[in-house]
């Protein structure tokens, strides 16, 4: 098993920034893949952005690549999103995941993620 829990949700204003911080605990002790997706008021959950174990692949949603960018800090057991020039469009909870299973980073995006955190909220205003 193995805990996420994310932080740096907030309000911000549109063409502003914010970073979400995630810190993994439990089982920590393999590679995983981790990312993140997010849901929007009244729309199902997407994908956002994954990296592999190592941060030496990644993938973006279309929406937010060029934007957005995802790193991680296994010493730290941590995972960023780094959200540059927000858009009102980039309102939702924001969810951090991991999985250990080994797929590739195209699967997570596809098919999402084995373990969860709770969410942080984003609100980007226009």
């Known amino acids: 098993q193995v805990q996420l829990v994310e932080s740096g949700g907030g309000l911000a204003q549109a063409g502003g920034s914010l970073r979400l911080s995630c810190v993994a605990s439990?089982?920590?002790?393999?590679?995983?893949?981790m990312g993140w997706f997010r849901q929007a008021p009244g729309k199902e959950r997407e994908f956002v952005a994954v990296t592999n174990w190592n941060g030496g692949t990644k993938i973006y949603a279309n929406s937010v690549k060029g934007r957005f960018t995802i790193s991680r800090d296994n010493a730290k057991n941590t995972v960023y999103l780094q959200m540059n020039n927000l858009k009102p469009e980039d309102t939702a909870v924001y969810y951090c995941?991991?999985?250990?299973?080994?797929?590739?980073?195209?699967?997570?995006?596809?098919?999402?993620?084995?373990?969860w955190g709770k969410g942080t909220l984003v609100t980007v205003s226009s």
């Open positions: 439990g089982r920590t002790d393999s590679s995983y893949a």
């Open positions: 995941a991991a999985d250990f299973r080994g797929y590739s980073v195209s699967y997570y995006s596809l098919y999402g993620m084995d373990y």
